[in-house]
């Protein structure tokens, strides 16, 4: 391993991996004082994490989590969440990260499919939790926050009975010294379950082990080349996979991560100078949004040595790096396997590809016959691992989708791309019908679901089309089921209402018919190829404002 991770890090475990609480207990020997995370300016050093985390496992044990359980976390970035977090791999317990903007069918289903027995949330998104809380039935303790927001207007604020409520200060009274529970782990413990966006039904439960996540985040601190105490700006949420670089690729280089419970365009660059960030971690549309403030004559001046974002427009690539200073890096991957292809800090790269392979993976191009394509040609993106547990376990409960989506023994990832002649990779386009819209994963699956609840809307097809940020926006085309038109407005607050703000349909095309195969299917290239059709409406063009 290289970066700034000490190789000691990495030597064997004798009948296992690497966990997370063994990482961080290695560098409080070297670092106990130091910052290992700066949440919303509240620093938290390498000791500070270690005694939450015992503590948390602690009181969790007493709270009736076992190794195995699922434990949800529905929470804004906090010191809150990391403790959990922690506390969770220590007693190997596995944390379920849930998008906050997630309500109604859209959380129950997380909830239920991972068969969740506690949920820590925020106050201002517990009405959330308590009017689903009865059709999840293995839920049976909420850790509430305080975080000092208003709550969501979604009604349902009591519990039921069999649901109890504890206060998540209640984490930090166990003993911090030691793990008075002894928890009899399996050699690959699983850290999180991340949820992945589905097609042709609800999304899926990555399972992945703390040993995958600390593999991808080395993989982040060779990418960046971090070192002993750099400082890495992350203004993402924890919810998605950014907590292995933001998190974990601090905690193995020995460096400070910079978190933020929100993303701000205008305060970023002068976050990034106050704490003298090495380098951010930003989804493509932040990057996209910054490139878009006016220039400064101090954009020079930032304290970057790169900035790791995917995707990167390729018309202002080369004029990003100038403008500020520093490298832009890229890579390419998914919760099952992060990541796929990098492109480092002091590595050559070509504008538009997303690097080479990973050493941690082979990836190959194949065609529908599962044969290799020449270079050059377009392929389905597939890959294997070439060291144990670099990737995830499978999807959750759902072993007949992980041996399909293994097939002739390479997952496939149902991405489009192409190999140049010196092996640079460059993502082409999305085989499947997911969408993604400014760093979110959107199930086309769920949208629909969702939609047809409406009373008014008989069919529904949701599509990707192409965002001015880059990745996709939301369109669906509706059919109507009467004769009465159908009232946008209020449509859109149905949309709010159901689904994840994210989720919510840019445009709307009211259609007489959907295009359908021989036995039904519904033809989604056919409707994207149609693009954004001038009688399309549009929430932007209109100035409907999307509720959070």
């Known amino acids: 391993m290289t970066g700034g991770s000490p190789a000691s890090l990495w030597e064997p475990t004798p009948g296992g991996g690497l966990t997370i609480p063994g990482i961080l207990d290695a560098q409080v020997a070297e670092r106990p004082d130091q910052s290992l995370l700066v949440i919303d300016d509240v620093p938290l050093s390498y000791r500070a994490l270690q ?12 709270l009736g989590i076992e190794p ?11 010191p809150e969440w990391v403790t959990l977090w922690f506390g969770l791999c220590r007693l190997g317990a596995v944390a379920v990260p849930i998008n906050t903007a997630y309500r109604g069918e859209f959380l129950a289903n997380q909830l239920r499919d991972s068969s969740t027995k506690m949920i820590a949330v925020d106050r201002s998104l517990a009405d959330r939790v308590f009017s689903i809380a009865g059709e999840v039935p293995t839920l049976r303790t909420v850790l509430l926050r305080e975080d000092g927001k208003a709550a969501a207007e979604d009604g349902g604020g009591t519990p039921p009975p069999h649901v109890q409520v504890h206060a998540i200060e209640q984490l930090l009274e166990g003993s911090t010294s030691l793990l008075e529970a002894t928890p009899d782990l399996p050699p690959f413990p699983v850290g999180a379950i991340f949820s992945t966006s589905g097609t ?3 999304s899926k439960g990555v399972l992945a082990t703390q040993h995958y996540l600390l593999a991808a985040a080395q993989s982040m601190v060779d990418l960046w080349r971090l070192q002993s105490g750099e400082v890495v700006h992350g203004p993402l949420p924890l919810f998605h996979l950014s907590a292995v670089g933001t998190v974990l690729g601090p905690m193995l280089a020995g460096g400070t991560g910079i978190l933020d419970s929100t993303f701000s365009v205008s ?12 380098g951010i971690a930003l989804a493509g549309a932040m990057l996209s949004m910054l490139w878009n403030l006016p220039p400064d004559e101090r954009d020079k001046d930032v304290p970057l040595r790169f900035i790791s974002a995917a995707p990167v427009p390729l018309e202002s690539f080369e004029a990003m790096e100038e403008r500020w200073q520093c490298r832009i890096v890229t890579c390419y991957g998914m919760s099952e396997a992060f990541p796929l292809a990098v492109a480092g800090v002091d590595a050559a790269n070509r504008v538009g590809a997303s690097g080479r392979p990973n050493p941690n993976f082979d990836v190959m191009l194949f065609d529908p016959e599962d044969r290799p394509v020449p270079v050059g040609e377009v392929g389905e993106i597939v890959c294997r691992p070439r060291r144990s547990h670099v990737m995830f376990e499978g999807y959750d409960g759902r072993d007949r989708e992980t041996v399909e989506q293994f097939r002739n023994l390479w997952f496939h990832t149902g991405d489009m791309g192409r190999f140049d002649e010196d092996g640079f990779l460059y993502f082409a386009d999305r085989k ?7 760093g979110e994963n959107i199930s086309s699956f769920e949208v629909e679901q969702a939609l047809l609840r409406h009373p008014a809307v008989a069919e529904v097809a949701a599509v990707g089309v192409p965002s001015e940020l880059g990745e996709d926006e939301v369109m669906v085309y509706l059919v109507a089921g ?3 038109p159908i ?8 949309c709010c209402a159901n689904l994840p703000y994210f989720a919510v349909p840019r445009y709307v095309e009211v259609t007489s018919e959907l295009p359908k195969n021989a036995v039904g299917r519904i033809l989604k290239h056919e409707l994207r190829a149609r693009g954004i059709p001038a009688s399309a409406w549009d929430r932007e063009s209109t100035g409907y404002t999307v509720r959070r």
């Open 68 to 78: 195995g359980d699922r434990v949800a976390l529905f929470m804004g970035t906090s």
């Open 432 to 438: 499947k019908d997911a969408m993604r819209r400014r």
């Open 487 to 494: 009232d946008m407005e209020a449509f859109m607050d149905f």
């Open 267 to 278: 305060a970023t660059w002068d976050r990034v100078r106050r704490y003298e960030a090495s």
């Open 51 to 62: 005694e939450r985390s015992l503590s948390a496992a602690n009181v969790l044990v007493g």
């Open 200 to 202: 042709t039904g609800r």
């Open 482 to 484: 009467s004769v009465e």
